[in-house]
T-cell receptor, first 119, second 113 residues
Framework: AQTVTQSQPEMSVQEAETVTLSCTYDTSENNYYLFWYKQPPSRQMILVIRQEAYKQQNATENRFSVNFQKAAKSFSLKISDSQLGDTAMYFC????????????????FGQGTTLQVKP | GAVVSQHPSRVICKSGTSVKIECRSLDFQATTMFWYRQFPKQSLMLMATSNEGSKATYEQGVEKDKFLINHASLTLSTLTVTSAHPEDSSFYICSSRSTDTQYFGPGTRLTVL
């Protein structure tokens, strides 16, 4: 069974600085997807970034980038130039797209990391 | 794109009554939708997978007779909490699958008195 681990329950960063959130996962699959979702105080889950395992290039979305290390099963999120609006709980998630009727595209979530951006 | 709505955003009901929560994918069709439950400061717990035109698949430990799921169209799934009790009070979130990504609704806060 796949598992996702976020070992940092809480983190803080000064506005405009850079912070990295850690995520490791365990799977025997070769083809899968990894995600970072953000949940601000409104509790709306927002997709931050998506990585396809077969792509070696790390995904980036503006100030957000990942360091995807497939062999090490590590998927960290780097937030550059942190802004107050980045304050949220961040979830790392794994999806095995699979094939056939048994494939539902379930997400396996980590425990979450609460990030506080300080002014 | 990939907008998912959820209604209502908040609901308060008396113990023993039933509550229906709707989840709609507004700009795409979703053959698969998901229902989660989340307690404060915790991760999302998958309750069930909703498949259009077929029965939902429930996770272990989730009572299918208590949490009724209907996925009657490619854009709408509903979760009905039947005979609600105070322990059912929680934040319920739905998501819709578009290709290989899940997009989430804004959630419903259920309070059972």
């Amino acid at each position: 069974a796949q598992t996702v681990t976020q070992s940092q329950p809480e983190m803080s960063v000064q506005e405009a600085e850079t912070v990295t959130l850690s995520c490791t996962y365990d799977t025997s699959e070769n083809n899968y997807y990894l995600f970072w979702y953000k949940q601000p105080p409104s509790r709306q889950m927002i997709l931050v970034i998506r990585q396809e395992a077969y792509k070696q290039q790390n995904a980036t979305e503006n100030r957000f980038s990942v360091n995807f290390q497939k062999a090490a099963k590590s998927f960290s999120l780097k937030i550059s130039d942190s802004q107050l609006g980045d304050t949220a709980m961040y979830f790392c998630a794994f999806m095995n797209p699979g094939l056939g009727s048994s494939n539902t595209g379930k997400l396996i979530f980590g425990q979450g990391t609460t990030l506080q951006v300080k002014p | 794109g990939a907008v998912v709505s959820q209604h209502p955003s908040r609901v308060i009901c008396k113990s023993g009554t039933s509550v229906k929560i709707e989840c709609r994918s507004l700009d795409f069709q979703a053959t698969t939708m998901f229902w989660y439950r989340q307690f404060p400061k915790q991760s999302l717990m998958l309750m069930a997978t909703s498949n259009e035109g077929s029965k939902a698949t429930y996770e272990q430990g989730v009572e299918k007779d208590k949490f009724l799921i209907n996925h009657a169209s490619l854009t709408l799934s509903t979760l009905t909490v039947t005979s609600a009790h105070p322990e059912d009070s929680s934040f319920y979130i739905c998501s819709s699958r578009s290709t290989d990504t899940q997009y989430f609704g804004p959630g419903t806060r259920l309070t059972v008195l």
